[in-house]
Antibody, heavy 120, light 107 residues
Framework: EVQLVESGGGLVKPGGSLRLSCAAS????????MSWVRQAPGKGLEWVGR??????????DYAAPVKGRFTISRDDSKNTLYLQMNSLKTEDTAVYYC???????????WGQGTLVTVSS | DIQMTQSPSSLSASVGDRVTITCRAS??????LNWYQQKPGKAPNLLIYAASSLQSGVPSRFSGSGSGTDFTLTISSLQPEDFATYYCQQSYSTQYTFGQGTKLEIK
């Protein structure tokens, strides 16, 4: 059974940093493309960024609102995905979901999400 | 970025009704269109990928159609567990974007 478990969310002040983790199990993590998708309170879904598998280059892509502030990385030895978030803004407040991403660009498995609140 | 527009934004329907939700892209996206269902407090769940392919385990009352810029999600006979919010998502561009959502409520 595929499981994705996010952790690391919490309250942070504007300008601060936070690192989210996503522990994966039930599939071959090293072969998977992984994405982060977020959802502000009461709002819709927003793709944050992706990291490809190392065999596919291990490259990353980011949505414009987070590019230059957020970094996605992976540790295949630990089956863990990370999202490093710097220079946080109030508009980054959201539930952050870890997802598996197929090479066709859809998200077939999702974690339960972790809430990040950016507030002074 | 490719803009995705869903209509309606909300919809009231009864158990047993046939329901159609529309998603329109700001440019042609071929068949790179996916649909998700989200219930309150839960993560989204993939229903349809590549415009019309049913994800494994999803009931056959869900179907998708369309190509280019216009797409539809149809639920043939609404069940109580189908009342939720539905999102479309384009994967034509690597800058993925979602529609704003359609909230399906019980009449």
């Amino acid at each position: 059974e595929v499981q994705l478990v996010e952790s690391g969310g919490g309250l942070v002040k504007p300008g601060g940093s936070l690192r989210l983790s996503c522990a994966a199990s039930g599939f071959t993590f090293s072969n998977a493309w992984m994405s982060w998708v977020r959802q502000a309170p009461g709002k819709g879904l927003e793709w944050v960024g992706r990291i490809k598998s190392k065999i596919d280059g291990g490259t990353t892509d980011y949505a414009a609102p987070v590019k230059g502030r957020f970094t996605i990385s992976r540790d295949d030895s630990k089956n863990t995905l990370y999202l490093q978030m710097n220079s946080l803004k109030t508009e980054d407040t959201a539930v952050y979901y870890c997802t598996t991403e197929t090479t066709s660009g859809y998200f077939d498995y999702w974690g339960q999400g972790t809430l990040v609140t950016v507030s002074s | 970025d490719i803009q995705m527009t869903q209509s309606p934004s909300s919809l009231s329907a009864s158990v047993g009704d046939r329901v159609t939700i529309t998603c329109r892209a700001s440019q042609s996206i071929s068949s790179y269109l996916n649909w998700y269902q989200q219930k309150p407090g839960k993560a989204p769940n993939l229903l349809i990928y590549a415009a019309s392919s049913l994800q494994s385990g999803v009931p056959s009352r869900f179907s998708g159609s369309g190509s280019g810029t216009d797409f539809t999600l149809t639920i043939s006979s609404l069940q109580p567990e189908d009342f939720a919010t539905y999102y479309c998502q384009q994967s034509y561009s690597t800058q993925y974007t979602f529609g704003q959502g359609t909230k399906l409520e019980i009449k």
